[in-house]
Each structure stands twice: as C-alpha cells, then as structure tokens.
C-alpha cells in the first residue's frame, strides 16, 4: 500500500498555525501534564488516495470542522 504525505504546515496561514499550537499544546497539558519550552509539532497528513474537490467544498469542510471543535469550549 502507498501514501502520499503532506506536510499541512508550510499551507497553514500564520493565523492558523497559531490555533493548532495552541489547542494541541492545551490538550498536552491537560492530558499528559506536560508544558514544553522548547517543542515541534509535525502536521503531517497520510493519504492512501487523493480525491479531486473544490474550493468552496474545501471552505465548506474547513466552517464545519472548525464549528464542532470550538462547540466544545
């Protein structure tokens, strides 16, 4: 079986990348009681296919995906 790997970091925007440390540096704390100084976090996505989709079906996933995380808090 082959994937393909993205590395989502270098399509994050600045606004974004801030987000995704901040949650899972929160949930590292939380979960494991772990405060790093000094750390990296890999975004590595694993795709055994690649479909082809929209913009407006990208932006549409992204709201959604979004929406249920920050229902949470």
């Given amino acids: 079986m082959t994937f393909k790997k ?3 970091y270098e399509l994050l925007t600045p606004d974004e990348l801030d987000q995704v440390t901040d949650i899972l540096l929160e949930a590292l704390a939380r ?3 772990i405060v790093p100084e000094v750390f990296e976090i890999e975004t590595n996505v694993l795709m055994e296919t690649v479909l082809p989709i929209t913009r407006e079906e990208v932006e549409h ?9 920050w229902e949470d808090k």
């Avoid at 996933?61 to 995380?69: D, E, G």
């Fill in 61 to 69: 996933s992204i709201k959604n995906r979004m929406s249920t995380l």
């Fill in 6 to 8: 993205i590395d989502i």
């Fill in 31 to 33: 979960e494991k009681g």
